[in-house]
């Protein structure tokens, strides 16, 4: 897909509509950001209590309040666009990460690219490779904050399988750590968590957002999870031949 759509049903030039969801966070306003440079139409649903975050963006964005797990709010952000991209995020435990994804899934437009953030912890499949400690670690953090019903982590995975057994055209985008600061360039990939070009493990949140903005034109990654790295990191530098493709 090109960064402007040659022409609508009507014959005549249109922008390319992109739908961000959760747009009033962090990653969100980065996001709304890459998407504007882009000259991208951006439709940013966020949160009632929110709205006040995107001022910055002030009428070059068009504003859904609501929650982003109710279906009313998805199905009128969503109309018309070519792409949504989604913060997925475990709050609460009353499944807030499915209810968006499955909104999402169900009410975008048919062919419309869809992409989702998540963390590492979130696998694609068993070949993912989890240290020792950071899966005593995850579970921990898992356990304690489901009983103080604060985040249930355990959602978000629920989530990214619904994702995964669509077939729609989804990229699960996987984020490490990450810090702030200026762009170091499009994040590296790799298929699966453990791999050794992964390993410095942090990622400036403007590049999480600038993969996923560029995901909506790379097909190569529909139907991927790719687990990111930022390419300025030792272990991104260190990888013969590292590029931002994976080894496979
Ligand atoms: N933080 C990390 O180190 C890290 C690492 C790897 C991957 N990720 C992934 O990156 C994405 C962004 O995460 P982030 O931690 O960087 O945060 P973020 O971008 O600031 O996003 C947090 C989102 O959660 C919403 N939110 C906050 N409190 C809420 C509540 N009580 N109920 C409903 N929504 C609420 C925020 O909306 P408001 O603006 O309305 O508050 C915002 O849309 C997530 O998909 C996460 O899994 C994060």
């Not at 922008?15 to 998407?35: F, I, N, Q």
């Not at 400690?133 to 982590?153: F, G, Q």
């Not at 390993?199 to 909506?216: G, P, Q, W, Y």
């Amino acid at each position: 897909m090109d960064g402007r759509r040659e022409h609508d049903e009507a014959g005549g030039g249109r922008r390319t509509r992109v739908c961000v969801v959760g747009a009033s966070g962090k990653l969100g306003r980065h996001m709304v950001r890459h998407a504007l440079e882009r000259d991208y139409e951006v439709v940013g649903v966020c949160r009632e209590q929110s709205v006040g975050k995107l001022a910055e963006f002030a009428d070059r964005v068009t504003v859904v309040p609501g929650q982003t797990d109710d279906r009313e709010v998805i199905a009128r952000a969503v109309e018309g666009c070519d792409a949504v991209l989604t913060v997925l995020v475990p709050w609460g435990v009353r499944g807030y990460s499915t209810g968006t994804a499955q909104a999402v899934l169900d009410l975008a437009p048919r062919g419309a690219r869809l992409v989702f953030s998540c963390g590492w912890h979130v696998p694609r499949d068993e070949h993912d490779v989890y240290s020792f400690w950071s899966r005593v670690i995850m579970r921990i953090v898992t356990v304690l904050a489901r009983l103080a019903r604060v985040i249930d982590v355990d959602d978000q995975v629920r989530a990214c399988r619904r994702i995964y057994a669509s077939d729609t055209r989804w990229t699960v985008v996987r984020g490490s750590d990450l810090e702030e600061g200026a762009s170091q360039g499009l994040p590296i990939w790799r298929r699966h968590v453990g791999d050794p070009a992964l390993a410095s493990n942090i990622t400036r949140r403007t590049d999480f957002a600038l993969f996923m903005v560029e995901a909506i034109t790379d097909d190569d990654l529909v139907h991927e999870a790719p687990a990111i790295v930022g390419r300025r990191t030792p272990s991104a530098l260190g990888v013969t031949g590292s590029s931002a493709r994976p080894a496979g």
